[in-house]
């Protein structure tokens, strides 16, 4: 029986012994090199080859360490010319795996190969710096997005993503995760980038010049609702601090829109609104003349110069109007809505509550005088007996009379006139006054006088920032400027002609007392800056004889910088000035002892310590100008319950004090109606002014009295 002839060797495995044993040249000539060489080339050729001796190959001439996963088999066939280097043989052996559905992940120093439906649950080279498009590496990369949602770009880049790839959205943080070959991850990189720009929805700010924007804003809503417009995208929002209108959108739409903006921004024809604006603060009949001014400034800059300029003028101020009404307070305006805006907005700026200022002085004025006469006056008259006649006649003190005048009233008998002629003081005088004889009289005054003054004064006044106030305690003092007498002759039956004197004085009353008046200035940082006008005058004592009352006057004219609630002194006066005088005769009054009785002598010592303090004391609220009332009312009223309240001298009255604190019930302030805060163009409520500090007395109230504004 005759055998056939055994087959020949099929063509696929004859290609498989030439390649195995090409492959087994290749490591034949890698085996003795320890470790991969980067400059070697390779040319692999293989056909039908078992995907383990492709990895065998590639662990050897790469170094690398791999683990096969038994699902991994397949025979590989591949085909170059070129020589290839390790590196680019490696990324040959990659494409390979992923033709064949397989993936080589990396964890640590091992490579697994695994089918690519297990890739992406392996770790692998997890958010790189740089994604490589040619390389076929397993990558994870979180992209995040700018402009557009990442739940809209899931479904349009999935069809480009394969099933064993991963691709989801992160929406809280607007961000895509993507796991896939690295060649795959930077095209889809790509496509984001062009698909993630902003639109041409942009903002746009048109300002208006004519028009109210919130009145625009109104009608183009109105309009864009009433067309019906599905699927825009538009939006209009006015701003009333600058009267602009907002605009958000696509290109073509807001050019739509600004287009009818403009449209409806022109002026009138002629008349405008009319508006009546109630003042909380600021003077209505003022204000109404400044804005007056305001109106006319602004019409001639906004105008031409020439005739044509000044008919423009005309013709703006007739069609504006502002008039005040002093009863309610309020303003009567009639103006185009552009320049009622501008008013309006000057109003609001100036009807604002200002600050006030308390400013308490301390004026200390302490003076002290001294005088102190000595000498012996003398006179001789010896006519009768040839003896001749001598006398040292130097009054004593600065006005009091001479030892001629004393000598002239005693010899007149009068004994009141002597009396008065005599100075004051310690007088001695011996003499002989006769018709007939030696006639001679001595007289020896010695005085000494003190007078002290000490003057304290603490006036307060409160007043509003930049407004002057004027405090004045002052008592008007008579001062005679001027006197004369005449005399007239009227003829009676009984006594014939008779002469009647007539006399006549002209008298000046003068203010005697404190005067403060300040002028309080706020900065911007909190100081105050005063204007000062301080006077302080007083009746004096002196321990010299006057003919009329003496005063004394201390005034400080300045301008000064101060905190809040900072003392600062203002000026101060001290002096101190000593006289010494002798009248004596020459050669006698040098005798020691003896040339005492030919002298006189006087000393004064005039000494003045003045000091003015200041303290101003910004008032922001309401309460602390409660604060500082309830203090000075109680300070009042506890010096009127300690020197007062006693029983009168006429039945059933006492003296009167001020009434507790705790007794007074404030007020309550009146709220607002809605028809009210409408008139006035608020519609949020006006907070009552607050009162509550006035019902309760603060705890130094029942101390001993005590100056709270020292």
């Known amino acids: 029986m005759n055998h056939p002839p055994p087959n020949p060797p099929s063509r696929r495995v004859r290609s498989a012994v030439l390649a195995s044993l090409c492959l087994a040249a290749g490591l034949a000539l890698a085996a003795p090199l320890p470790a991969p060489d980067a400059d070697r080339r390779i040319t692999p050729n293989f056909k039908d080859i078992d995907l383990g001796q492709i990895v065998d190959a590639v662990s050897k001439l790469t170094g690398k360490n791999f683990i096969i996963d038994p ?24 494409a390979i795996l992923q033709v064949h559905g397989f993936v ?28 490589s498009s040619v390389s076929d590496e397993i990558v994870t ?56 720009r902003s639109s041409d929805d942009e903002f746009e700010v048109q300002r208006l010049e004519h028009a109210s924007a919130v009145e625009i804003v109104r009608v183009v809503n109105q309009l864009a609702q009433a067309g019906g417009e599905q699927g825009s995208t538009a939006k209009l929002i006015a701003d009333e601090r600058t009267n602009s209108v907002l605009l958000s959108g696509e290109k073509n739409q807001r050019l739509r829109f600004r287009a009818l903006i403009a449209h409806l921004d022109t002026p009138i024809e002629k008349g405008g609104g009319t508006t009546v604006r109630y003042l909380h603060y600021a003077d209505a009949e003022k204000l109404a003349q400044k804005l007056k ?11 031409t110069g020439g005739a044509g300029g000044a008919q423009a003028v005309g013709s703006a101020e007739k069609n504006v109007s502002i008039w005040a009404e002093p009863t309610t307070n309020a303003l009567v305006m009639t103006a185009p809505p552009k320049l009622m805006r501008q008013l309006n907005d000057v109003i609001d700026r100036l009807d604002i509550r200002r600050l006030e200022v308390q400013v308490e002085a301390i004026i200390v004025e302490i003076t002290g005088n001294k005088n102190i006469d000595l000498g012996v006056n003398w006179a001789i008259d010896a006519s009768g007996s040839n003896i001749g006649a001598g006398a040292f006649n130097e009054p004593i003190g600065s006005s009091g009379p001479s030892i001629a005048s004393v000598a002239a009233a005693a010899a007149g008998g009068t004994a009141g006139l002597s009396a008065a002629s005599v100075p004051s003081g310690f007088t001695y005088a011996v003499g002989r006054i006769a018709k007939t004889g030696t006639n001679f009289a001595a007289i020896l005054n010695a005085i000494a006088g003190t007078a002290n003054t000490n003057i304290i004064s603490t006036p307060t006044v409160v007043t509003l920032d930049n407004q002057e106030a004027q405090i004045k305690v002052a008592t008007e003092v008579p001062f005679v400027t001027g006197q004369y007498s005449s005399t007239t002759t009227a003829q009676t039956a009984a006594t014939g002609a008779t002469g009647i004197v007539n ?10 007392g404190t005067i403060l008046k300040i002028t309080p200035q706020i900065t911007d940082d909190g100081t105050v800056l005063l204007k000062i006008e301080q006077e302080v005058s007083s009746l004096i004592k002196s321990a010299i004889a006057t003919v009329d009352v ?26 101190d000035n000593v006289t010494e005088s002798e009248q004596r005769v020459p050669i006698l009054g040098s005798i020691p002892l003896i040339g005492n009785l030919f002298k006189t002598r006087s000393s004064t010592k005039d000494k003045t310590n003045l000091m003015v303090f200041l303290r101003p004391k910004i008032l922001v609220n309401a309460e602390q100008m409660a604060i500082e009332t309830q203090a000075k009312y109680n300070y009042i009223r506890s010096l009127q319950t300690q020197q007062g309240g006693k029983v009168s001298m006429i039945p059933g009255e006492r003296q009167p004090t001020l009434p507790d604190l705790k007794t007074l019930t404030p007020a309550a302030a009146p709220a607002e109606t809605p028809k009210m805060r409408a008139a006035r163009g608020k519609p949020e409520p006006v907070p009552a002014p ?5 019902t309760e007395a603060p705890p130094e109230a029942a101390t001993p009295p005590k100056d709270p504004g020292r």
């Open 293 to 303: 001014e305001q109106v006319q400034a602004t019409t001639a800059s906004t105008t």
């Open 690 to 694: 607050p009162t509550a500090p006035l």
């Open 71 to 94: 699902r991994v088999k397949a025979q590989v066939t591949m085909m170059s010319s070129t020589p290839m280097s390790p590196d680019a043989f490696y990324e040959a052996f990659l």
């Open 550 to 575: 003496q005063t004394s006057k201390r005034v400080i004219n300045t301008r000064v910088l101060a905190n809040d609630g900072e003392i600062i002194v203002l000026g101060g006066l001290i002096s």
């Open 503 to 512: 006399p006549f004085q002209t008298i000046q009353r003068q203010e005697v």
């Open 141 to 196: 990369q979180v992209v995040a997005l700018r402009s557009v949602s990442a739940a809209q770009l899931v479904p349009i880049l999935r069809p480009l993503m394969p099933q064993y790839g991963h691709l989801a959205a992160y929406p809280a943080a607007n961000v895509l995760i993507l796991s896939d070959h690295a060649n795959n991850v930077a095209r889809l990189l790509k496509v984001i980038d062009r698909i993630d």
């Open 104 to 131: 080589a992940v990396q964890s640590g120093s091992v490579y697994k190969i695994v089918p690519d439906a297990n890739a992406r649950t392996l770790p692998a080279v997890d958010l790189p710096d740089h994604v």
